[in-house]
DNA sequence: TCTGCTGTTTGATCTGGATCAAATATTAGC
DNA sequence: GCTAATATTTGATCCAGATCAAACAGCAGA
């Protein structure tokens, strides 16, 4: 990422690489004070926070190459939890040290400008999931996002598994369990995919897409021009 | 925030102050390059994002003091819309400057570091709403917020003009018109505020707490432990 | 001032997805 | 392997809030 080899060095040696976590352990609870970020490197993890009424809220899953964290900046607090969905491997990164680098060497310090920025982009897409999509396209688009980032990993884009309940997909999309079960069901009589327990194969990217597009070919939906 | 005398001078050599824009106008269009963060001083501005469907996404709403632009870093291009809501004095920071000040003042580059996390742990915060709160829960948030936000920079927390229109607090919060209308006659009915028009006056901060909190005393809601 | 337009409110009805209920399939523990 | 606890699926019903419909109120422009 535009780094030569010697801040590479510098990075790699701030980086701890912790022994594999298993499924059901934390990286960090919410209220923890934040020190470090972490970076999944197998594996992944859920981070979820506590909603008011008692119950909590999945904010999302973590993939390989993805970090866990930079929401606890600010208040120097975890205001999430980080729990890990199945046998991981993650790299904690102090991130005092990774300031005092990132003071050092500007071109690390925009790449974390830019992963701050990442994260927020990917939140806006959330918001817009949550805000106007309706189930269909809530379903079609959490499978899209797992394939692409799959595959941007060099993983099959298009048969995986999947380390998280239907329960937590369900309340990660704001939808019932009940719904993401017929989902499942009905995407895989349309064709779509083939869903074996926590196998997941997906037979028709395109089609999935043009599900998440618009409302599929008929569907109203009240368009706000605002 | 932590900076000597010498530095915001600095800071404040590179930003640049607009002469007031007006009811319309934009700051920036989705697709635009990427090339500096706004500062609302006075007034407000709205940033939004078309969904696919041809309707648009209202993603936040931005008064004095706050930041717009921070998810443009990434991909280095807008991805959203920025629009002004009524005469505001806006101020524009050419990033490439600010970076070039951040890499020689640590504690601005934490500050940075801070406003960015801040802006995802605000996005997070929203996802909670949307994914996990009802039709009254939501408007009482967003009252709260632009309460406490006006309050932060000394303007009145109970007595404000909304210079959005309905149609975009519900777009805001994923609600109809006819929705966001209706309880803003019901909470008047219940005495926790006045509207007149756009002026709103809020009687009953506490109470709009707890409803917000809880479901009220009695609303039933799964709670999903995940 | 009048006129048309847009934004807001109010009422009636409809519906996607939640909730309730229950059977079935997995999985973990022993 | 066996058993209890948990997760998933499927079916029936319900309801918060969307949608449809229409009256009304501000407001900008002529």
Redesign the interface.
């Known amino acids: 990422m535009g780094l030569v080899a010697e801040d590479v060095e510098r990075l790699d040696d701030i980086v701890k690489r912790t022994r594999p976590l298993h499924r059901g352990d934390f990286l960090f609870r919410e209220g923890d004070r934040f020190r470090s970020l972490y970076v999944v490197k197998t594996g992944s993890v859920k981070t979820?926070?506590p909603?008011?009424?008692?119950?909590?809220?999945?904010?999302g899953f973590h993939l390989p190459g993805e970090i866990i964290g930079?929401?606890?900046?600010?208040?120097d607090a975890h205001?999430?939890s980080a729990k890990v969905l199945e046998t991981s491997a993650i790299c904690e990164i102090p991130f005092s040290r990774l300031?005092e680098l990132?003071?050092i060497i500007?071109s690390l310090?925009?790449q974390?400008?830019?992963?701050?920025?990442?994260?927020?982009?990917q939140?806006?897409d959330?918001?817009?999931l949550?805000?106007?999509k309706n189930a269909e396209e809530r379903l079609a688009a959490f499978l899209l996002s797992l394939s692409q980032r799959l595959h941007k990993r060099g993983l099959s884009p298009s048969d995986f598994y999947l380390s998280m309940?239907r329960?937590?997909i369900?309340?990660?999309?704001?939808l019932?369990v009940e719904t993401v079960s017929r989902l499942f069901t009905r995407f895989q009589e349309d064709g779509l995919m083939r869903v074996d327990r926590k196998h997941i194969q997906l037979l028709d990217l395109t089609a999935l897409e043009s599900l998440?597009?618009?409302?599929g070919q008929g569907r109203r939906?009240?368009?706000?021009?605002?």
């Open positions: 979820f926070a909603s008011p009424e008692g119950g909590e809220q999945v904010l930079m929401d606890a900046i600010d208040k205001a999430c300031e990132t003071s500007p310090q925009h974390m400008y830019r992963l701050l920025s990442k994260e927020i982009a939140d806006t959330m918001l817009l949550l805000g106007k309940s329960h937590e369900g309340n990660y999309l704001g019932a998440v597009g618009g409302s939906q009240q368009q706000q021009q605002t």
